[in-house]
């Protein structure tokens, strides 16, 4: 990696539908796992191994699914075990919208692990103003007017609206960036540029 900093990635079989392994092979490279028993591996005990090398590990984005695991100690993928073999700090980077955040289950299951010495990353009740709510949209058909559809009633300042054909299985997206101003349609890029063009448009807001 450009900081020098060397990153293994490990992700669930949700995570292979939004992204490809071969992309976050691409960013790091170095190979991406996605599963214990993945084709190649002479010894399942290698992959547990690997969780108590680096100096941290990282889940990000979570849900609220992998909160649950983590906090009640469940290994039921290639994830969670590697994170209840750790040996270093773990961080975990909350998604998950407001609501979900302040359900009573979600805190419970944040008080066990900040308890446990795990870094949250992610929303702060103690914040005076509300987070910066981005909307996405993926449509099977009509992406723009139906994304536009969702935004309003929610007050939503910012979604990205796309065809679901367009991104999944795929490195690269479409998006529709949708507002109060209007639309503005994205040219087709790698997702990982387009994440950078979206991160840019929220910053211009937050800065406005």
């Known amino acids: 990696m450009n900081a020098g900093v060397a990153i293994d990635v490990v992700m669930t079989e949700a995570a292979t539908r939004f992204v490809t392994a071969t992309t976050f092979q691409a960013l790091s490279g170095r190979p991406v796992v996605t599963d214990l028993w993945h084709a190649g591996t002479s010894n399942v005990m290698e992959r547990i191994d ?46 998950m919208n407001r609501q979900m955040w302040a359900n009573a289950a979600t805190q419970r299951n944040v008080a066990q692990l900040r308890a446990e010495g795990v870094a949250i990353l992610g929303p702060d009740t103690a914040r005076p103003h509300l987070p910066f709510c981005v909307g996405f949209a993926a449509e099977s058909q ?6 536009e559809e969702k935004r309003r009633p929610r007050k939503r300042p910012l979604r990205t609206a796309n065809g679901a054909q367009d991104a999944f299985g795929s490195d690269e997206n479409e998006v529709t960036l949708l507002d109060d101003a209007g639309t503005r349609c994205m040219p087709r890029m790698g997702k990982l540029a387009l994440a950078r063009v979206v991160v840019g448009e929220i910053g211009r807001r937050l800065r406005a």
């Open 50 to 95: 690997a969780s108590r090398g680096p100096d941290a590990t990282v889940v990000a984005p979570a849900s609220a699914d992998v909160l649950v695991k983590l906090a009640h100690g469940r290994a039921d993928d290639l994830l969670s075990i590697l994170c209840l073999a750790r040996e270093r700090p773990l961080l975990v980077a909350l998604a």
């Open 142 to 147: 009509d992406a723009e007017h139906l994304g």
